[in-house]
């Protein structure tokens, strides 16, 4: 059985920044990071392929980096200049599919997920 487990959320300051980790228990193509904000649709933040190829949402564009290392068991979000409208559930999800991440960081492509880990910020 696969599992998905995040690491490193918590409650930061307006223009702080952060990094969650991902660990997941086997090596997998796609690891990608999702988010839901209160009374919001989940939607995808950043994605990356065993290949190193990432993927950022427009929203991340700048602001956030996603990296893994060694094998994708594990990914990592850098999340910079951090605001209020960052303040979510983030979720780590995996995929052994090829297209996850390029086809445009959606829910339904990844099998695989975490609980969840909080993320506030403060301004």
């Known amino acids: 059985q696969v599992r998905v487990v995040e690491s490193g959320g918590g409650s930061v300051q307006a223009g702080e920044s952060l990094t969650l980790s991902c660990e997941v228990s086997?090596?997998?193509?796609?690891v990608a990071w999702f988010r839901q904000a209160a009374g919001k649709e989940r939607e995808g933040v950043a994605c990356i392929e065993a290949n190193g190829r990432s993927h950022l949402a427009d929203s991340a564009k700048g602001r956030f980096t996603i990296s893994k290392d060694g094998a994708l068991g594990n990914a990592h979000l850098q999340m910079n200049t951090l605001n209020s409208e960052d303040t979510a559930m983030y979720y780590c999800?995996?995929?052994?599919?090829?297209?996850?991440?390029?086809?445009?960081?959606?829910?339904?492509?990844?099998?695989?997920w975490g609980q969840g880990i909080q993320v506030t910020v403060s301004s």
């Open positions: 086997v090596s997998i193509w796609s």
């Open positions: 999800a995996a995929s052994p599919d090829y297209a996850a991440c390029p086809s445009g960081i959606r829910s339904a492509s990844f099998k695989y």
